[in-house]
Nanobody, 126 residues
Framework: QVHLVESGGGSVQPGGSLRLSCAFSGITASHSCMGWFRQAPGKEREGVAVIRKSSGQTWYGDYVRGRFTISQDNDKNTLSLQMNRLQIGDTAMYYC???????????????????WGQGTQVTVSS
């Protein structure tokens, strides 16, 4: 069974940084993509960053590109998200997920077969 556990969330001031981690297990070759998604109250879930496991190719959301960096350490079964220059608009619950097929499709619309962690809260406020 696939398990994903996020950690590293917290409260920071605008301009601050956080590093999120996702420890995973049960991932198979069919899980070609892994990524981070977020959802704020009153808003729909959106893709933050996705990485293709085999090649390391990445996709980023328009509002986080240049500020966030996704990385993977498959030997340690860990996915990370370095978040810099955080803004109030980044406040959301952040979820780690694994999916199959096209990573571009996964970024834009995760399918019902995707596996999800429980999430970690990120709050950016003055």
């Amino acid at each position: 069974q696939v398990h994903l556990v996020e950690s590293g969330g917290g409260s920071v001031q605008p301009g601050g940084s956080l590093r999120l981690s996702c420890a995973f297990s049960g991932i198979t070759a069919s899980h070609s993509c892994m990524g981070w998604f977020r959802q704020a109250p009153g808003k729909e879930r959106e893709g933050v960053a996705v990485i293709r496991k085999s090649s390391g190719q990445t996709w980023y959301g328009d509002y986080v590109r240049g500020r966030f960096t996704i990385s993977q350490d498959n030997d340690k079964n860990t996915l990370s998200l370095q978040m810099n220059r955080l803004q109030i608009g980044d406040t959301a619950m952040y979820y780690c997920a694994a999916g199959s097929g096209s990573c571009y499709t996964f970024f834009n619309k995760p399918g019902p077969g995707a596996s999800w962690g429980q999430g970690t809260q990120v709050t950016v406020s003055s």
